[in-house]
């Protein structure tokens, strides 16, 4: 694996720990959870575009890095109602205006625990 890579999917883990423990804090930091749920499986993406060579673009939708992959990784399109829901989540909850339930906080957590799963199997990590 690439360091580059590895970085990535770091980066992507911190997310993932940061979203599990918001979630679990029940201080109603819904927004933060949905946010890191997004993040985690956009660095994953990314990761994914990395160790395959393909160019990494300055996006935050999981729809557009899914496109990009679909050709080399077809098993991610199983993903795509996931990307759609998480990609939401990317810069609207971060404005006032727009606040995230806890279930919407819950959902995007358990999308967010199947599309690691399979992206860090998809990279030959433990899963």
Not at 16 to 38: E, I, M, W
Request: hydrophobic share 35%; aromatic share 6%.
């Amino acid at each position: 694996m690439r360091k580059t890579t590895r970085e990535w999917v770091r980066k992507a883990e911190h997310d993932f720990r940061g979203a599990s423990k918001l979630h679990a804090d029940k201080g109603g930091l819904n927004d933060l959870v949905c946010f890191h749920c997004q993040q985690c499986i956009e660095k994953y993406l990314k990761a994914l575009l990395e160790e395959t060579g393909l160019n990494i673009p300055r996006t935050h939708d999981l729809l557009r890095l899914l496109v990009d992959l679909q050709p080399t990784c077809p098993i991610l399109v199983k993903l795509r109602r996931a990307f759609t829901i998480l990609s939401e989540y990317a810069v609207d909850v971060r404005y006032p205006g727009d606040q995230s339930t806890k279930r919407q906080a819950s959902s995007a957590l358990r999308w967010t625990i199947k599309c690691r799963l399979l992206l860090r199997k998809t990279l030959g990590l433990r899963t």
